[in-house]
């Protein structure tokens, strides 16, 4: 590892970010990626932030089809260099941004708070589709998600959600039947919040739904329905036949002459 701080490829590093051509700056990132890549399993703590600093560095001025090629190929990295990562992530562009969002394990929770509150609907697709979505993290973006974000968020078995997120999600969930088909997946979700959904749902959407629905979970969707029409029928409001009531008003009128 000493190629990475010997004075030749420092002095090389110095050209190229002072007078570099923007190919001679793409190329030199590519090299410098690359010997990361490659030793990155063996790597010190040290020998990483080494990297991080002459990468970061490299990353100005390049195009954005060569940082995107960059953090794909560092998400699924199970050391990432920090500064360089959490640069990537911040990125305007998510298609940038988001292989590192989704992926990367060393991004912190912090980080991806902060970025949830600042970006926008890319950005929030892929922190929605992390591995791990911690609570507070699903409740931003439970509150700022448009309908893409929710329906990723809902297929995610490792979305954490409190009772007011469940409760969030299942009033999006009755505008969308996207987002209900991912919910009636989860696992974890809790029975009194199913029998909402089911209740909350169109006919034609709980038909749906009792036909995707694992087999343990099909007779409590239909006493959810049952349910559901009993309440309606409770409520209805006493109708009068048409022809009754025309005959009725005429009936009045006539009185009234």
Sequence with gaps: MTVIASPDLIAKLDHVLKAGSPDLRTRMLQEVAGLFLEDA???????????DGILVRLTESVELRT?????RSLADLH?????????????DDADVAAPILKKCESIPDADLIDIAWMRAEGHLCAIAGRKQVNAELADILLMRGDSNVLRVLARN??????????????????????????LISRRDLPQRVLADLVMRSTPRQQARLLKIARP??????RAAIDAGAARASANLP?????????ATVAAKRSQAM
């Design 41 to 51: 399993h063996r790597l010190s703590a040290h020998h990483v932030e080494m990297f």
């Design 67 to 71: 940082l995107t090629t960059l953090s």
């Design 79 to 91: 050391l990432v260099p920090r500064e360089l990562a959490r640069r990537l992530a911040n990125h």
């Design 157 to 182: 078995p490792g979305a954490e959600m409190t009772g007011p997120s469940l409760a969030m999600i299942v009033d999006a969930a009755e505008r969308d039947g996207d987002i209900a088909d991912a």
């Design 216 to 221: 343990e979970l099909r007779d409590t969707i």
């Design 238 to 246: 006493a109708t009068i036949d048409d022809a009754e009531a025309r």
